[in-house]
Structures are given as C-alpha cells and as structure tokens.
C-alpha cells in the first residue's frame, strides 16, 4: 500500500513563527497536494506540485509556501504562523489524477497559540 | 468557481438499510468523481471512483454518475455501524495539474 507520511500528528506554534510540515511518500508519485480542513468549509486546496521542483498555487495560498526539492517530499511552510491558520493540514499524493483519487496522509493539527 | 454541493446531514439510516448519499458539481467540465469516507479524527479514505455514465459496483458500495444531470451517488448496502463517517465527495476537471475539488461532506449514522 501507498503510504504519505506526515511528520507530526499534533504541533502547537506561537504566532509569528516559521512552521515547517513535512509530507513524505514512498510510491514514486509524481504529484503531490497540500489541503487544510476546517469545519464548515471543508477541504481547501492550499499548493499542489506534479514534478520536483515545480509547484503551483491552489485555492488558499496566501502565508503559505512550498518546496519540493525531491520527488518523495513536499513540504508547507508558514512564513510567520497567525493564528487564522490553525487547522487540521493533510497532504495527499497520487500517481494519476484522473483515475486513482488521492491517498491522504493521517494529518497535523495545528494550533497557532 | 468549480464547486461540489453535499447534504451535510446528518443521515441516519437503520442498520441493514440502504444508505443513499448524494452529490451535484458544478462544473460539467468534470471528467472523474470519487468518494472518501473520512472518520472522526482521521484523514480521508478512498472508497470508489467513477468517470464513466452509470453504475459501478464494488462490494456493498455503488457510485452512480449521470453527467447530464451533474449528479453523483453513492449507495452502501447493509449498512453497519462501521460504516458511521462523513463521506466527501469530490470531483477532478482535468486538463492541467489542478487538485480535485472537495464537497463539505455528508455526515452518516447507522443506527444499530
């Protein structure tokens, strides 16, 4: 099986912070998708890379960033952490959009105190 | 703005029953539709997808997809307890390297 890994469960960041999310995934897929989760607004596409080295903005990226330096790791990264970015993160990657959906990763939540 | 509609819910169904689940896009230029059941608490889980007019079957589960109406469905059949989750639909346009666009989620009760 797929697996997308996400280094932490749970983090708790003080606002103004630079935050680092770290997504891995070991199938070889070429393209990778950060989303936030928030009650009543659902998942919201944030960055999305198909290649190494390329990335592409989503619905929400403003305060985010991305980098994908290898083919296996897509990072998110807060510039300065406020706390309207507290939210459930998940990253997702598949091999083929078009027929095989998405396998998520198990999620960081968090909290910009 | 592409945008999937959902029923947030909840819906109880009694154990045994069919659970029927329902989802219009707006997009009509959307060429496949998948269907994740989400736990509370964990991340999201692919149960089918769709891309052709129609019925497909895997298991207890069937997605129905009728393009001319821009609705999509999803059938569970002798619904268990297990099966209490928020389902997200969700559906991909194609043409770009673009993400898939999400419903909110309808949130499911089996009733023992």
């Known amino acids: 099986d797929v697996k997308v890994t996400q280094s932490s469960r749970y983090l708790v960041k003080r606002t103004g912070e630079k935050v680092f999310l770290e997504c891995v995934q070991d199938?070889?897929?070429?393209?990778m998708f950060w989303y936030r989760q928030d009650p009543g607004l659902g998942l919201r596409l944030i960055y999305f890379?198909?290649?190494?080295?390329?990335?592409e903005k989503g619905d929400i990226p403003e305060g985010y960033s991305v980098s994908r330096e290898k083919k296996e790791r897509f990072s998110l990264i807060l510039e300065s952490a406020s706390t309207n970015q507290t939210s459930m993160y998940l990253c997702a990657s598949t091999w083929d959009r078009w027929n095989y959906g998405y396998t998520f990763g198990s999620g960081t939540r968090l909290t910009v105190v | 703005q592409k945008e999937v509609e959902q029923n947030s819910g909840p819906l109880s169904v009694p154990e045994g029953a069919i659970a029927s689940l329902n989802c219009t896009y707006s997009?009509?230029?959307?060429?496949?539709f998948f269907w994740y059941r989400q736990y509370s608490g964990k991340s999201p889980e692919l149960i089918m997808f769709i891309y052709s007019n129609g019925d497909k079957e895997d298991g207890r589960f069937t997605a129905q997809l009728n393009k001319a109406s821009q609705y999509v469905s999803l059938l569970i059949r002798d619904s268990q307890p297990s099966d209490s989750a928020t389902y997200l639909c969700a559906s991909y346009s194609g043409g770009g390297a673009d993400g898939l666009t999400f419903g909110k989620g309808t949130h499911l009760i089996i009733q023992p």
């Open positions: 997009d009509r230029g959307s060429q496949s």
């Open positions: 890379s198909y290649d190494v080295k390329m990335k």
């Open positions: 199938m070889d897929h070429e393209n």
